[in-house]
Protein backbone atom coordinates (compact mmCIF):
# COMPACT_ATOMS: atom_id res chain seq x y z
CA UNK A 1 0.00 0.00 0.00
CA UNK A 2 1.39 3.27 -0.90
CA UNK A 3 1.75 5.75 2.48
CA UNK A 4 -1.27 7.95 1.99
CA UNK A 5 0.68 10.55 4.05
CA UNK A 6 3.44 10.29 1.04
CA UNK A 7 0.86 11.53 -1.66
CA UNK A 8 -1.26 14.21 0.21
CA UNK A 9 2.47 15.93 0.96
CA UNK A 10 3.06 15.83 -2.54
CA UNK A 11 -0.79 17.48 -3.49
CA UNK A 12 0.63 20.15 -0.74
CA UNK A 13 4.19 20.59 -1.57
CA UNK A 14 4.93 24.42 -1.57
CA UNK A 15 7.13 24.05 -4.75
CA UNK A 16 4.09 22.46 -6.53
CA UNK A 17 1.78 25.22 -5.22
CA UNK A 18 4.09 27.92 -5.88
CA UNK A 19 2.42 30.17 -8.48
CA UNK A 20 5.99 29.94 -10.92
CA UNK A 21 5.22 26.49 -11.06
CA UNK A 22 1.78 26.77 -11.53
CA UNK A 23 2.44 29.34 -14.50
CA UNK A 24 4.69 26.68 -16.02
CA UNK A 25 2.29 23.84 -16.36
CA UNK A 26 -0.47 26.28 -17.29
CA UNK A 27 1.77 27.51 -20.20
CA UNK A 28 2.42 24.23 -21.12
CA UNK A 29 -1.03 22.35 -20.91
CA UNK A 30 -0.36 20.65 -17.54
CA UNK A 31 -4.18 20.71 -17.05
CA UNK A 32 -4.41 18.37 -20.21
CA UNK A 33 -1.80 16.08 -18.34
CA UNK A 34 0.85 16.97 -21.30
CA UNK A 35 3.29 18.16 -19.06
CA UNK A 36 4.20 16.60 -15.52
CA UNK A 37 7.01 17.58 -13.30
CA UNK A 38 9.43 14.37 -12.77
CA UNK A 39 12.71 13.48 -11.07
CA UNK A 40 13.84 14.56 -7.54
CA UNK A 41 11.21 17.34 -6.99
CA UNK A 42 8.45 14.32 -7.10
CA UNK A 43 11.35 11.92 -5.04
CA UNK A 44 12.09 13.84 -2.03
CA UNK A 45 8.66 15.10 -1.68
CA UNK A 46 7.18 11.82 -1.26
CA UNK A 47 9.91 10.62 1.24
CA UNK A 48 9.92 14.24 2.67
CA UNK A 49 13.76 15.08 1.94
CA UNK A 50 14.39 18.80 2.74
CA UNK A 51 15.56 20.40 -1.02
CA UNK A 52 17.55 23.30 -1.54
CA UNK A 53 17.13 23.20 -5.16
CA UNK A 54 14.58 25.83 -7.27
CA UNK A 55 15.29 23.81 -10.12
CA UNK A 56 12.68 21.43 -11.29
CA UNK A 57 12.49 19.56 -14.17
CA UNK A 58 9.54 18.50 -16.05
CA UNK A 59 8.51 16.34 -19.04
CA UNK A 60 6.20 17.35 -22.19
CA UNK A 61 4.53 15.45 -24.58
CA UNK A 62 4.99 19.05 -26.69
CA UNK A 63 8.02 19.55 -29.27
CA UNK A 64 11.04 21.81 -28.03
CA UNK A 65 9.99 24.47 -30.66
CA UNK A 66 6.57 24.63 -29.35
CA UNK A 67 7.86 24.76 -26.01
CA UNK A 68 10.33 28.01 -27.04
CA UNK A 69 6.75 29.44 -28.74
CA UNK A 70 4.80 29.42 -26.06
CA UNK A 71 7.26 30.73 -23.73
CA UNK A 72 8.14 33.63 -25.87
CA UNK A 73 4.11 33.99 -26.08
CA UNK A 74 3.74 34.28 -22.89
CA UNK A 75 7.12 36.56 -22.19
CA UNK A 76 8.84 33.46 -19.84
CA UNK A 77 12.25 33.81 -20.40
CA UNK A 78 13.52 30.30 -22.24
CA UNK A 79 16.75 29.44 -22.88
CA UNK A 80 17.54 26.10 -25.13
CA UNK A 81 20.19 24.72 -22.93
CA UNK A 82 19.90 21.18 -24.29
CA UNK A 83 17.84 21.67 -27.19
CA UNK A 84 19.61 18.41 -29.19
CA UNK A 85 18.39 16.36 -25.95
CA UNK A 86 15.02 18.03 -26.33
CA UNK A 87 15.42 20.49 -23.12
CA UNK A 88 14.52 24.08 -22.61
CA UNK A 89 15.12 25.74 -19.87
CA UNK A 90 12.47 28.10 -18.50
CA UNK A 91 12.24 30.79 -15.96
CA UNK A 92 10.02 32.30 -13.92
CA UNK A 93 10.47 34.25 -11.10
CA UNK A 94 13.35 31.95 -9.10
CA UNK A 95 11.93 29.15 -10.55
CA UNK A 96 13.87 27.61 -12.74
CA UNK A 97 12.64 24.65 -15.15
CA UNK A 98 14.73 22.44 -17.24
CA UNK A 99 11.93 20.59 -19.92
CA UNK A 100 12.22 18.04 -21.56
CA UNK A 101 10.10 16.37 -24.26
CA UNK A 102 9.36 12.84 -23.55
CA UNK A 103 11.68 11.04 -25.65
CA UNK A 104 13.81 7.83 -25.88
CA UNK A 105 17.27 7.09 -26.32
CA UNK A 106 17.69 4.90 -29.28
CA UNK A 107 21.54 4.72 -29.39
CA UNK A 108 24.21 5.16 -26.93
CA UNK A 109 27.98 4.54 -27.18
CA UNK A 110 27.79 5.44 -23.48
CA UNK A 111 28.69 8.61 -23.38
CA UNK A 112 26.19 10.36 -26.03
CA UNK A 113 22.36 9.59 -26.55
CA UNK A 114 20.49 9.87 -30.21
CA UNK A 115 17.34 10.99 -29.28
CA UNK A 116 13.51 10.13 -30.71
CA UNK A 117 10.76 12.21 -29.39
CA UNK A 118 7.09 11.67 -29.75
CA UNK A 119 6.95 8.39 -27.91
CA UNK A 120 5.22 7.98 -24.63
CA UNK A 121 4.86 8.44 -21.30
CA UNK A 122 6.32 4.50 -20.62
CA UNK A 123 9.26 4.65 -22.60
CA UNK A 124 10.03 7.78 -21.00
CA UNK A 125 9.86 6.76 -17.75
CA UNK A 126 12.03 3.76 -19.10
CA UNK A 127 15.21 5.52 -20.10
CA UNK A 128 15.53 7.11 -16.72
CA UNK A 129 17.99 5.39 -14.15
CA UNK A 130 16.41 4.30 -11.10
CA UNK A 131 12.80 3.27 -10.35
CA UNK A 132 12.86 6.24 -7.85
CA UNK A 133 13.75 8.93 -10.59
CA UNK A 134 10.71 7.57 -12.73
CA UNK A 135 7.97 9.60 -10.83
CA UNK A 136 6.07 12.40 -11.94
CA UNK A 137 3.68 14.68 -10.50
CA UNK A 138 0.38 16.66 -12.79
CA UNK A 139 0.07 19.74 -11.79
CA UNK A 140 -2.50 18.90 -9.01
CA UNK A 141 0.12 16.53 -7.05
CA UNK A 142 -1.58 13.72 -8.34
CA UNK A 143 1.02 10.93 -8.52
CA UNK A 144 1.84 8.98 -11.91
CA UNK A 145 3.83 6.13 -12.16
CA UNK A 146 4.13 4.02 -15.05
CA UNK A 147 7.03 1.58 -14.11
CA UNK A 148 5.97 1.00 -10.37
CA UNK A 149 8.60 2.87 -8.79
CA UNK A 150 6.64 4.38 -5.65
CA UNK A 151 7.21 1.34 -3.56
CA UNK A 152 11.19 1.23 -4.07
CA UNK A 153 10.97 5.35 -3.34
CA UNK A 154 9.33 4.62 0.13
CA UNK A 155 11.50 2.03 0.92
CA UNK A 156 14.50 3.70 -0.14
CA UNK A 157 15.28 1.00 -3.19
CA UNK A 158 17.67 2.35 -5.32
CA UNK A 159 17.12 0.30 -8.43
CA UNK A 160 17.93 0.57 -11.78
CA UNK A 161 15.50 0.37 -14.23
CA UNK A 162 15.85 -2.67 -16.40
CA UNK A 163 18.89 -4.27 -16.64
CA UNK A 164 21.37 -2.83 -14.46
CA UNK A 165 24.52 -3.95 -17.10
CA UNK A 166 22.99 -2.52 -19.69
CA UNK A 167 21.90 0.04 -18.09
CA UNK A 168 25.41 1.03 -17.32
CA UNK A 169 26.80 0.22 -20.25
CA UNK A 170 24.34 3.12 -21.74
CA UNK A 171 26.05 5.26 -19.87
CA UNK A 172 28.90 4.67 -16.98
CA UNK A 173 28.19 7.86 -14.68
CA UNK A 174 24.92 5.90 -13.60
CA UNK A 175 27.76 3.63 -11.73
CA UNK A 176 28.09 6.76 -9.86
CA UNK A 177 24.57 7.69 -9.68
CA UNK A 178 24.06 4.42 -7.53
CA UNK A 179 26.39 5.09 -4.92
CA UNK A 180 25.32 8.91 -4.67
CA UNK A 181 21.73 7.98 -4.27
CA UNK A 182 22.25 4.93 -2.27
CA UNK A 183 23.67 6.89 0.25
CA UNK A 184 21.24 9.82 0.19
CA UNK A 185 17.73 7.80 -0.32
CA UNK A 186 18.95 3.84 -0.03
CA UNK A 187 20.03 4.01 3.96
CA UNK A 188 23.29 2.91 2.39
CA UNK A 189 21.94 -0.74 1.77
CA UNK A 190 23.02 -1.78 -1.78
CA UNK A 191 20.98 -3.35 -4.03
CA UNK A 192 22.25 -6.68 -4.74
CA UNK A 193 21.93 -6.79 -8.61
CA UNK A 194 22.89 -2.81 -8.84
CA UNK A 195 26.14 -3.48 -6.70
CA UNK A 196 26.89 -6.74 -8.94
CA UNK A 197 26.58 -5.07 -11.82
CA UNK A 198 28.45 -2.10 -10.61
CA UNK A 199 31.39 -3.97 -9.85
CA UNK A 200 31.74 -5.75 -13.05
CA UNK A 201 32.01 -2.35 -14.43
CA UNK A 202 34.39 -0.75 -12.28
CA UNK A 203 37.85 -1.58 -14.94
CA UNK A 204 35.36 0.65 -17.29
CA UNK A 205 34.84 4.14 -16.12
CA UNK A 206 38.15 5.84 -17.48
CA UNK A 207 35.92 7.31 -19.99
CA UNK A 208 33.30 9.18 -17.81
CA UNK A 209 34.28 13.17 -18.03
CA UNK A 210 35.91 14.21 -15.19
CA UNK A 211 33.42 17.01 -14.99
CA UNK A 212 30.68 14.97 -14.83
CA UNK A 213 32.57 12.62 -11.71
CA UNK A 214 33.23 15.44 -10.17
CA UNK A 215 30.02 16.76 -9.98
CA UNK A 216 28.50 13.41 -8.63
CA UNK A 217 31.22 13.27 -5.89
CA UNK A 218 30.85 16.26 -4.81
CA UNK A 219 26.89 16.05 -4.22
CA UNK A 220 27.86 12.80 -2.20
CA UNK A 221 30.07 14.58 -0.17
CA UNK A 222 27.54 16.68 1.28
CA UNK A 223 25.95 14.17 1.85
CA UNK A 224 25.43 13.16 6.32
CA UNK A 225 26.33 9.53 5.63
CA UNK A 226 28.87 8.69 2.91
CA UNK A 227 31.24 6.40 4.76
CA UNK A 228 30.14 3.02 3.95
CA UNK A 229 29.30 4.12 0.88
CA UNK A 230 32.52 5.00 0.14
CA UNK A 231 33.63 1.96 1.52
CA UNK A 232 31.90 0.01 -0.89
CA UNK A 233 32.84 1.94 -3.50
CA UNK A 234 36.62 1.41 -2.70
CA UNK A 235 35.20 -2.36 -2.54
CA UNK A 236 33.82 -2.63 -5.83
CA UNK A 237 37.21 -1.35 -7.59
CA UNK A 238 34.78 1.83 -8.43
CA UNK A 239 37.16 4.37 -6.40
CA UNK A 240 40.69 3.98 -5.14
CA UNK A 241 40.86 5.07 -1.51
CA UNK A 242 43.51 3.66 0.87
CA UNK A 243 41.82 2.04 3.74
CA UNK A 244 43.59 4.40 6.33
CA UNK A 245 41.54 6.93 4.52
CA UNK A 246 38.36 5.14 4.91
CA UNK A 247 38.56 4.77 7.89
CA UNK A 248 39.23 8.62 9.02
CA UNK A 249 36.00 9.14 6.54
CA UNK A 250 34.27 7.22 8.75
CA UNK A 251 35.89 8.73 12.27
CA UNK A 252 34.97 12.22 10.25
CA UNK A 253 31.57 11.17 10.16
CA UNK A 254 30.54 9.95 13.49
CA UNK A 255 32.01 12.74 15.34
CA UNK A 256 31.58 15.62 13.41
CA UNK A 257 28.65 17.76 13.98
CA UNK A 258 27.42 18.38 10.75
CA UNK A 259 29.86 16.54 8.29
CA UNK A 260 30.48 19.05 4.86
CA UNK A 261 31.86 18.99 1.45
CA UNK A 262 35.29 20.84 2.32
CA UNK A 263 36.23 19.01 5.31
CA UNK A 264 35.62 15.85 3.26
CA UNK A 265 37.54 17.15 0.64
CA UNK A 266 40.30 18.13 3.02
CA UNK A 267 40.80 14.82 4.49
CA UNK A 268 40.90 13.67 0.46
CA UNK A 269 43.48 15.92 -0.06
CA UNK A 270 45.58 15.07 2.84
CA UNK A 271 45.63 11.94 1.46
CA UNK A 272 45.74 11.72 -2.08
CA UNK A 273 47.50 15.21 -2.66
CA UNK A 274 45.91 18.05 -3.96
CA UNK A 275 47.00 17.50 -7.55
CA UNK A 276 45.46 14.03 -7.94
CA UNK A 277 42.08 15.16 -6.52
CA UNK A 278 42.10 18.65 -8.17
CA UNK A 279 42.48 16.28 -11.73
CA UNK A 280 39.98 13.48 -10.76
CA UNK A 281 36.96 15.65 -9.97
CA UNK A 282 38.04 18.65 -11.89
CA UNK A 283 37.77 20.79 -8.67
CA UNK A 284 38.29 24.58 -9.12
CA UNK A 285 41.11 26.61 -7.53
CA UNK A 286 38.49 27.64 -4.71
CA UNK A 287 38.07 24.54 -3.90
CA UNK A 288 41.29 23.11 -3.67
CA UNK A 289 42.01 26.42 -1.59
CA UNK A 290 39.62 25.81 1.11
CA UNK A 291 40.35 22.34 1.71
CA UNK A 292 44.11 23.69 2.00
CA UNK A 293 43.14 26.40 4.10
CA UNK A 294 41.14 23.04 6.48
CA UNK A 295 43.74 21.55 6.35
CA UNK A 296 46.60 23.59 7.70
CA UNK A 297 44.27 25.67 10.32
CA UNK A 298 43.87 21.89 11.58
CA UNK A 299 47.54 21.29 11.82
CA UNK A 300 47.94 24.82 13.42
CA UNK A 301 45.12 24.20 16.10
CA UNK A 302 46.68 20.61 16.67
CA UNK A 303 50.00 22.17 17.62
CA UNK A 304 47.92 24.77 19.79
CA UNK A 305 48.32 27.56 17.59
CA UNK A 306 44.96 28.52 18.17
CA UNK A 307 45.69 32.29 17.51
CA UNK A 308 47.18 31.39 14.30
CA UNK A 309 44.66 29.66 12.72
CA UNK A 310 42.27 32.19 13.88
CA UNK A 311 44.12 35.22 12.58
CA UNK A 312 45.11 33.18 9.36
CA UNK A 313 41.90 30.90 8.61
CA UNK A 314 39.20 32.82 9.70
CA UNK A 315 36.44 31.34 7.91
CA UNK A 316 37.83 27.78 7.90
CA UNK A 317 37.96 27.28 11.87
CA UNK A 318 34.92 25.28 12.77
CA UNK A 319 35.63 22.51 9.36
CA UNK A 320 39.37 22.95 10.60
CA UNK A 321 38.55 21.63 14.38
CA UNK A 322 36.48 19.08 13.40
CA UNK A 323 39.23 17.77 11.10
CA UNK A 324 42.01 17.82 13.75
CA UNK A 325 39.62 15.69 16.13
CA UNK A 326 39.81 13.30 13.48
CA UNK A 327 43.92 13.16 13.22
CA UNK A 328 44.16 13.46 16.86
CA UNK A 329 41.25 11.22 17.89
CA UNK A 330 39.84 13.86 20.74
CA UNK A 331 37.13 13.17 22.84
CA UNK A 332 33.89 15.69 22.29
CA UNK A 333 35.01 17.57 25.77
CA UNK A 334 38.50 17.73 23.75
CA UNK A 335 36.81 19.45 21.22
CA UNK A 336 34.87 21.54 23.08
CA UNK A 337 37.73 22.51 24.91
CA UNK A 338 39.19 23.98 21.87
CA UNK A 339 36.44 25.48 20.37
CA UNK A 340 35.49 27.62 23.40
CA UNK A 341 39.07 28.64 23.33
CA UNK A 342 38.60 29.78 20.16
CA UNK A 343 35.20 31.56 21.30
CA UNK A 344 37.30 33.34 23.27
CA UNK A 345 40.61 34.65 21.28
CA UNK A 346 41.23 37.94 20.83
CA UNK A 347 42.36 37.57 16.95
CA UNK A 348 45.33 40.01 16.80
CA UNK A 349 45.44 43.16 14.19
CA UNK A 350 48.50 43.25 11.87
CA UNK A 351 50.20 46.27 13.59
CA UNK A 352 51.94 47.80 10.05
CA UNK A 353 50.44 49.17 7.15
CA UNK A 354 51.49 50.05 3.76
CA UNK A 355 51.12 53.88 4.45
CA UNK A 356 53.53 52.75 7.20
CA UNK A 357 55.92 51.83 4.95
CA UNK A 358 55.60 54.99 2.76
CA UNK A 359 56.42 56.74 5.45
CA UNK A 360 59.57 55.46 5.54
CA UNK A 361 60.41 56.85 2.22
CA UNK A 362 59.61 53.25 0.75
CA UNK A 363 57.93 54.49 -3.18
CA UNK A 364 55.14 52.94 -4.01
CA UNK A 365 54.35 49.43 -5.90
CA UNK A 366 54.59 45.59 -5.64
CA UNK A 367 57.69 46.24 -3.03
CA UNK A 368 55.09 47.66 -0.95
CA UNK A 369 52.79 44.58 -0.96
CA UNK A 370 55.61 42.02 -0.93
CA UNK A 371 57.24 43.69 2.21
CA UNK A 372 54.27 44.13 3.48
CA UNK A 373 54.16 40.15 3.55
CA UNK A 374 57.60 39.45 5.04
CA UNK A 375 56.69 41.75 7.98
CA UNK A 376 53.51 39.77 8.62
CA UNK A 377 55.35 36.57 8.38
CA UNK A 378 58.05 37.80 11.09
CA UNK A 379 55.07 38.57 13.07
CA UNK A 380 53.09 35.79 12.96
CA UNK A 381 56.17 33.58 13.50
CA UNK A 382 56.74 35.77 16.50
CA UNK A 383 53.75 34.32 17.82
CA UNK A 384 51.99 38.06 17.25
CA UNK A 385 54.60 39.46 19.66
CA UNK A 386 56.68 41.44 17.62
CA UNK A 387 55.27 45.47 17.65
CA UNK A 388 54.88 48.03 14.93
CA UNK A 389 58.62 49.82 15.99
CA UNK A 390 60.38 46.45 16.24
CA UNK A 391 58.79 45.20 12.82
CA UNK A 392 60.02 48.58 11.57
CA UNK A 393 63.04 48.19 12.57
CA UNK A 394 63.56 45.09 10.51
CA UNK A 395 62.31 46.74 7.39
CA UNK A 396 64.02 45.72 4.18
CA UNK A 397 64.57 48.95 1.94
P1 LIG B 1 18.93 15.76 -7.48
O1 LIG B 1 18.02 16.07 -6.36
O2 LIG B 1 20.22 15.22 -7.04
O3 LIG B 1 19.03 16.86 -8.50
P2 LIG B 1 17.49 14.42 -9.55
O4 LIG B 1 16.75 13.12 -9.54
O5 LIG B 1 16.72 15.66 -9.85
O6 LIG B 1 18.23 14.52 -8.18
P3 LIG B 1 19.12 15.08 -11.81
O7 LIG B 1 20.54 14.73 -12.04
O8 LIG B 1 18.76 16.51 -11.64
O9 LIG B 1 18.68 14.23 -10.55
O10 LIG B 1 18.28 14.45 -13.00
C1 LIG B 1 16.89 14.62 -13.14
C2 LIG B 1 16.24 13.32 -13.60
O11 LIG B 1 16.75 12.96 -14.89
C3 LIG B 1 16.52 12.13 -12.71
O12 LIG B 1 15.59 12.03 -11.66
C4 LIG B 1 16.42 10.98 -13.69
O13 LIG B 1 15.07 10.65 -13.93
C5 LIG B 1 16.97 11.56 -14.97
N1 LIG B 1 18.43 11.34 -15.12
C6 LIG B 1 19.43 12.18 -14.78
N2 LIG B 1 20.64 11.69 -15.08
C7 LIG B 1 20.41 10.49 -15.65
C8 LIG B 1 21.25 9.49 -16.21
N3 LIG B 1 22.57 9.61 -16.21
N4 LIG B 1 20.65 8.40 -16.73
C9 LIG B 1 19.30 8.28 -16.73
N5 LIG B 1 18.47 9.17 -16.23
C10 LIG B 1 19.00 10.28 -15.69
MG1 LIG C 1 17.64 17.65 -10.21
Redesign the pocket.
Known sequence: MIAKAALQRLKDAPWLRDPATQKIFALLDGERGKTRA????I??TLVDHE?E?TEI?FATELLPREVMRRAGEAGVAAYPTGIEHGTITLKVDDRVAEVTTLREDIETDGRHAVVRFGWGWTRDAE???FTM??LYSDMEGELFDPINGVEDCLSGAVRFIGDANKRIAE?K??VY?FFRFTASHGHEQFDEDGLVAVHKAAGDLHNISAERVGNEMR?MLALPRIARTLETMAQTGVLNLPPDLLERMGTYERRAHKPNTMSRMALLVQSLGSKTVKKRWRLSNDEIGAAEAILLAAKLITDFRINEAAYRFPAHLSDAVEVAATFAGWTEAGKSAIVEHLRTVDVPKFPVSGNDLLQTGMRPGPRIGAELDRLEQKWIQSGFKLDRNALLSILQR
Open positions: VGGARDRADRRDNADLRRR
